[in-house]
């Protein structure tokens, strides 16, 4: 009997931000797999330059499942052509088959430490309630940003070697009363939507453009 798991050498652990024990999956539960029962890993047959992950390496996070099961000490990664999770298991690259709703990265680099990335938002452009959101302020207004990625494969002539060049790209999102809204690139909307008043923004010298200010904005919104 196969006894594969989604992370090996795992403690019992209380967490009181999520409320859940830490508990161990089998790899029928925590594996995407072929018809024949193979699993799927993560694999490439491609060159690759850029990055299709967020972040480019794996970092610690701690993952809750839509089950309200929680999960600590995971090493992976986003992958933002699918929006699931690449996980490190047994030393492979795997795929997680379960629905998320939410990861936190415990251990990460700066610019994603104590990062918090949600599903569950109604559906807008490509996006649906199983896409991954990182969550800059949150309230009764919630302040969302969205990454993705397009690609571009080029073969060179009297060349069968194909590269990929990957570029990623980010899109703001406000959820507010139970709808999300597209914000434009000057999140010149943001302020409409908010019904912010003018002098704030002008005392605070905020520059919607930058996201640092309109996360304020989203702040000084919620504390009303």
Not at 27 to 50: M, R, W
Not at 78 to 106: N, S
Not at 194 to 214: C, G, R, V, W
Request: hydrophobic share 35%; proline share 3%; charged share 25%.
């Amino acid at each position: 009997m196969k006894e594969a798991f989604f992370i090996c050498c795992m403690f019992l652990v209380n967490y009181s931000s999520f409320g859940q024990y830490i508990v161990t999956l089998k790899n029928e539960d925590g594996y995407l797999k072929n018809a024949d029962g193979s699993l799927i890993q993560k694999t490439t047959t491609f060159i690759e330059e850029g990055s299709n992950s967020l972040p480019e390496k794996n970092c610690v996070v701690v993952l809750k499942t839509r089950d309200g099961k929680v999960y600590n000490n995971v090493k992976g990664r986003i992958d933002l052509q699918t929006e699931g999770f690449i996980y490190l298991a047994k030393e492979q690259e795997l795929m997680c088959a379960l629905p998320i709703e939410q990861i936190v990265f415990d251990s990460c680099d700066s610019a994603l430490e104590g990062a918090i990335f949600k599903t569950g938002y109604p559906p807008i452009d490509k996006q649906n309630d199983k896409s991954l959101y990182r969550v800059l302020s949150q309230g009764k207004a919630t302040l969302l940003k969205h990454y993705a990625v397009k690609w571009q494969d080029i073969t060179p002539f009297y060349n069968t070697n194909t590269t990929r060049i990957y570029t990623q790209m980010q899109q703001y999102y406000l959820f507010l009363n139970g709808k999300i809204f597209s914000l434009k690139k000057n999140k010149d909307n943001l302020r409409q939507l908010l019904d912010s008043p003018k002098e704030y923004i002008t005392k605070n010298k905020l520059n919607l453009k930058e996201e640092e200010d309109a996360i304020k904005l989203v702040a000084y919104y919620n504390s009303l």
